[in-house]
């Protein structure tokens, strides 16, 4: 039997749909036993969100000041006194996870697995090198707990709703250290869906010019309830924050659509995108190798375009 | 601030598309630009500017890889790294046995500031830094957009899923950094010059009691799936027609 400890992803308030990825990703593991830890100032909440997930078993809690914000430095030492009586220890691959298991897997001197993108076996998975230009079937120690991020865009979510696990609290005796200290956050939250959730999303790059025409898709994202994203190149001009950058080094995401409007398709920037159920691309240059992956094209200058779309749909 | 060591991996260079071999044993490296991880570049930049901003701090380049890998450093050292060390080894690092020598490598440095990429181009694990602080039992501060210091502290903005976040760590630290951090300088003929008669040691991985070990075994390489090429449509009414059809928008 696999015991799957999986590092819960929340905000205090709500359990990051990540998590929901993570399960799914657990599940996959024959006679898995699924455990959701989170850690928090008071994850009374987010603790009986994890319990409700389907296929989850356990829930464990670690409620005290020092872990109101997610540092890793932290984190860890709890996460690492916890982990031996798991097989497996699962993050997400957000800046979250990727902050914090390399430093849990290191603290159990064990190898981390990164961007988990298909389960063969217990201890055997499949993930992208080379920015997603390569897939390579790695073989882990069965004799080692097998520390992991899950790549969240190659799994669906588990269903939020259907399971009963018993929510249980923990302490630990690990030492926290006190040379990490939060300061504060700049969120760019929005009332457009999450980037890296949303089922629909609209993007650009260093076409759109400026942060002003960024207005545009900011529109048409809100006319079809989509959530906005950028290329490298139009973070990099700073017409768009960086939260929105999608591809190698950004979010990769996996939505029912994606809509590229002036982003010529660097390979660091289809890694991105390529688990998207449909890509639409829009682009003046008919060369560009956008095109190359989209199932819908069209060769036109976004800047008609758009507004365009925009005035079909009505509203 | 006295001295600030910044680790560079050599790694296929961003504008090589790399293949996969027939045999699915790996990917065909023969031939290929190499360079220094963009990342890493970021990270030297990063220290080079706190060395001219006056803490005249010395910069350590620190490479563990083939000796080919002298070549990066000596790029390292043309950009304005004081001087390089070369952990010499034909084995295939993974993250945990790079982070053990790295810090085999601050026990005999101490630096006061590590600073490296997020993560490389090659194996875009994005482990290392964060195992080598908690090797070293130091804060880490991955991502960074903005390093301020101060003293004994440093002020680290990151970037994260949700936009920037804040942070303050003591130093000694490890940082690894984003692209937003700055913009690498071009080197310049004259430094190449120069460079040549800068020191670079190369040491190997034994010596620094290190066992190279493979934690995970590659067991085959293949292409990612393809995505099928789509279809070109004449006009924004027909793009939107299928859209709708499709029950996309």
């Known amino acids: 039997m696999s015991k799957i400890l999986i590092l819960g992803e929340h905000d205090g308030r709500t359990l990051n749909p990540a998590t929901h990825k993570c399960v799914t990703c657990a599940k996959a593991i024959a006679d898995a036993q699924i455990t959701v830890l989170v850690l928090g100032a008071d994850t009374t909440a987010v603790a009986a969100q994890a319990a409700a997930i389907h296929g989850v078993h356990h829930v464990l809690r670690i409620d005290r000041p020092e872990n109101a914000h997610p540092l890793a430095a932290t984190f860890a030492p709890q996460i690492a006194a916890l982990a031996p009586a798991y097989t497996h220890v699962f993050g997400p691959s957000t800046s979250f996870g990727k902050d914090l298991t390399p430093r849990v897997a290191a603290l159990l001197g064990v190898p981390q697995v990164s961007d988990l993108m298909a389960v063969e076996g217990a201890y055997r998975f499949r993930r992208p090198i080379y920015a997603g230009n390569a897939i390579v079937t790695v073989e882990a120690d069965p004799a080692r707990i097998l520390v992991a991020t899950v790549r969240v865009a190659s799994f669906e979510a588990a269903a939020a709703t259907g399971g009963s696990a018993v929510v249980a609290s923990k302490s630990t005796d690990a030492v926290l250290p006190t040379h990490t200290r939060y300061v504060g956050a700049r969120s760019g939250s929005t009332d457009r869906p999450d980037l890296q959730t949303a089922a629909r999303v609209v993007s650009g790059g260093r076409a759109l010019a400026s942060a002003d025409n960024f207005k545009l898709l900011y529109d048409l994202a809100d006319k079809i309830g989509a959530a906005v994203g950028a290329s490298r190149a139009a973070v990099d001009a700073g017409y768009a924050p960086n939260e929105m950058q999608v591809g190698q080094t950004g979010k990769i995401i996996a939505p029912e659509v994606y809509m590229a409007f002036g982003i010529s398709g660097a390979i660091q920037h289809l890694t991105g995108i390529k688990d998207a159920r449909t890509i639409v691309a829009v682009n003046k240059d008919p060369e560009a190798p956008i095109f190359e992956v989209a199932d819908l094209g069209l060769v036109g200058d976004l800047f008609q375009v758009v507004p365009e779309i925009s005035r079909l749909l009505g509203g | ?249």
């Open chain 2, 1 to 249: 601030m006295k001295k600030i060591m910044v680790c560079i991996k050599r790694v296929v260079d961003y504008n090589v598309r790399v293949r996969v071999k027939p045999d699915e044993s790996g990917v065909m490296l023969d031939g290929l630009k190499m360079s220094v991880n963009p990342f890493d570049e970021i990270a030297l930049e990063e220290a080079l500017r706190i060395k001219e901003r006056g803490s005249n701090a010395e910069v350590v380049a620190v490479s563990i890889g083939v000796a080919d890998a002298q070549q990066q450093l000596r790029t390292a050292l043309a950009m304005g790294a004081d001087r390089a060390i070369l952990v010499q080894t034909d084995q295939p690092i993974e993250p945990l046995t790079a982070a053990q020598t790295f810090l085999a490598v601050v026990r005999k440095e101490n630096p006061d500031l590590v600073l490296l990429g997020k993560q490389a181009i090659d194996d875009d694990a994005n482990q290392t830094g964060q195992m080598l602080a908690a090797l070293w039992d130091r804060p880490q501060a991955t991502y960074a957009s903005k390093l301020e210091l101060d003293g004994a502290k440093a002020t680290v903005t990151r970037e994260v899923d949700a936009g920037l976040e804040t942070i303050e760590i003591d130093l000694p630290a490890v940082v690894t950094v984003d692209l937003r951090l700055n913009e690498p300088r071009y080197v310049k003929l004259p430094d190449i010059m120069k460079a040549k008669k800068k020191p670079l040691d190369v040491v190997s991985l034994e010596s620094l009691g290190v066992a190279p070990a493979v934690w995970l075994k590659a067991v085959k390489t293949q292409p990612p799936a393809q995505r099928q090429k789509g279809v070109m449509v004449k006009d924004v009414a027909e793009l939107v027609d299928v859209l709708k059809n499709k029950g996309l928008i």
